[in-house]
């Protein structure tokens, strides 16, 4: 099986392909970096506009093309943007990064409240309507997180992270959400710290593609 990783930060890179290899070295992975794409979101003001949506087409044909069974995507803040290209491709999985996460977050969580945690602002705006209807969702921002990581301050950015997901366990949550694939590094200092399920992208995405190509 040929799994495209498209991803719009550098950071997303190195946790999914550690994922893969960790929990199905069988997989043939190619990966593609756009690291633009949050740049101009973040700057433009003009949100998941038409050119936007052109730029996440391009990237999934240019993946299909190259023989990919399935597409995941790696960067959170561009839900409606991969939902169009996988509306476009119903011979495939087309994978939002976090729509497996989401699911297992409300089976975890079994009504409970879920925690939320973000290092890309954006991601704040788009996520939470991924969730089901009704579902109980307290959100936080790990302010600086982002920035640690790019200065190369990897123990800074854990630190912002765990800060964060102890902040969502004061507000009563039953399961911590990692919605970055950057943050994954952080997983087990931050259950180490909090004591309750965390979740990350990566590896919710690995056991849905997984599932999902019958491996």
Not at 67 to 79: K, R
């Amino acid at each position: 099986m040929r799994i495209a990783l498209i991803h719009a930060l550098a950071h997303s890179v190195a946790p999914i392909n550690e994922e893969l290899a960790r929990a199905w070295p069988e997989a043939d992975r190619m990966n593609l970096l756009d690291d633009s794409l949050s740049a101009d979101l973040a700057r433009s003001g003009r949100g998941l506009d038409a050119a936007m949506h052109q730029r996440f087409e391009t990237l999934a044909a240019y993946a299909e093309s190259t023989g990919a069974d399935a597409i995941l995507f790696t960067c959170s803040a561009f839900g409606p943007c991969i939902e169009a290209a996988a509306a476009r491709r119903p011979h495939m999985p087309v994978l939002k990064p976090n729509e497996a996460m989401v699911a297992e977050a409300v089976a975890v969580a079994r009504g409970g409240r879920i925690g939320l945690v973000a290092s890309f602002a954006p991601t704040l705006a788009s996520m939470p309507p991924e969730f089901p209807a009704g579902t109980e969702l307290v959100t936080c921002l790990a302010e600086g997180a982002m920035d640690a990581l790019n200065r190369g301050d990897d123990a800074g950015h854990d630190e912002r992270v765990v800060e964060a997901a102890r902040w969502l366990v004061g507000q009563g949550c039953d399961v911590i959400a990692l919605s970055q694939f950057s943050m994954a590094r952080a997983q087990l200092a931050v259950h180490k710290a909090v004591g309750i399920p965390v979740l990350t992208t990566p590896g919710s995405a690995v056991r849905a593609l997984r599932h999902r190509l019958g491996a």
